[in-house]
T-cell receptor, first 112, second 112 residues
Framework: DAKTTQPTSMDCAEGRAANLPCNHS???????VYWYRQIHSQGPQYIIH???NNETNEMASLIITEDRKSSTLILPHATLRDTAVYYC?????????????FGKGTKLSVKP | SQTIHQWPATLVQPVGSPLSLECTVE??????LYWYRQAAGRGLQLLFY??????ISSEVPQNLSASRPQDRQFILSSKKLLLSDSGFYLC???????????FGDGTRLSIL
């Protein structure tokens, strides 16, 4: 079973920030938080990951709470092309497996 | 950066026929490789992973097998397909330098 909890769906207006929450209250000290998204009929696309500190790249920002029990993915200016299912996953970074356990994710709909 | 090639993109096969799906990776060496399946309306399920040539670990008992004949080649096979083998098959790779997993565009398999 996935070790994260996400809302089933969210709407966002085009051009506004999309804030996608994720709860991972049982996260262990060596587990990272990963975010992927899947546009219909395509493979999952890696977005961002982090351990403790907030992270930012060209796609998004990741805000992790101090106790690491939850995080928020922020798409600063959502576009229609950001409509997708967003997956929050916790997993160890290293090790020989590094397997990802995907839950049901959040279906984000960006509306004009 | 690594590129993951999967083919074919779509495949329709009769029940009882054999299967061979190929995944090749460019831009990296000695990657960890993964096969996932996504059934209609469901999340991704890890089927197999490999940490090196000839090394295959199976996550779930099933009608499928995997092989890694070369460092950057991962093959998913079946001797006799079942209706329940229908789904979206995704290959993923993770660089040995501990980068996140990246996915191919998948093969959509329909069994008739």
């Amino acid at each position: 079973d996935a070790k994260t909890t996400q809302p089933t769906s969210m709407d966002c207006a085009e051009g506004r920030a999309a804030n996608l929450p994720c709860n991972h209250s049982t996260i262990s000290g060596n587990e990272y938080v990963y975010w992927y998204r899947q546009i219909h009929s395509q493979g999952p696309q890696y977005i961002i990951h982090g351990l403790k500190n907030n992270e930012t790249n060209e796609m998004a920002s990741l805000i992790i709470t101090e106790d690491r029990k939850s995080s928020t993915l922020i798409l600063p200016h959502a576009t229609l092309r950001d409509t997708a299912v967003y997956y929050c996953i916790v997993s160890t970074y290293g090790g020989s497996q590094g397997n990802l356990i995907f839950g049901k994710g959040t279906k984000l709909s960006v509306k004009p | 950066s690594q590129t993951i090639h999967q083919w074919p993109a779509t495949l329709v096969q009769p029940v009882g026929s054999p299967l061979s799906l190929e995944c090749t990776v460019e831009g990296t060496s000695n990657p960890n490789l993964y096969w996932y399946r996504q059934a209609a309306g469901r999340g991704l399920q890890l089927l197999f992973y490999s940490v090196g040539i000839g090394q295959i670990s199976s996550e779930v008992p099933q009608n499928l097998s995997a092989s890694r004949p070369q460092d950057r080649q991962f093959i998913l096979s079946s001797k006799k397909l079942l209706l329940s083998d229908s789904g979206f098959y995704l290959c993923a790779a993770r660089d040995s330098s501990n980068q996140p997993q990246h996915f191919g565009d998948g093969t959509r398999l329909s069994i008739l």
